[in-house]
């Protein structure tokens, strides 16, 4: 059982570094409330393909990371517990 919690804990780190690196380089959305007074248009071509751009890319990846370190998070503390 000492195996797998050492190979659980590693995958965390590989997570948590992942997620921390992958934070720090996205970009910070401008849109907020100045987006909606000036009336600014969803309706344009990047906005309808924005999944498939880097940043679209590096948001599901976060997203999946994130997912994956709150799964591991309770898997480890389950593990430790018993």
Do not use: H, P, W
Not at 14 to 22: E, T
Not at 27 to 53: C, L, P, R
């Amino acid at each position: 059982m000492d195996v797998v919690k050492y190979i659980l804990m590693a995958i965390y780190a590989i997570v948590c570094v992942a997620l921390i690196v992958l934070i720090l380089k996205q970009n910070k959305e401008d849109g907020g409330a100045s987006g909606t007074i000036v009336g600014a248009s969803a309706n344009n071509f990047y906005e309808k393909n924005k999944g498939k751009t880097t940043e679209g890319k590096m948001k599901r990846a976060t997203i999946a990371l994130m997912v994956t370190f709150a799964v591991l998070t309770i898997v480890l503390g389950i593990v430790y517990v018993v």
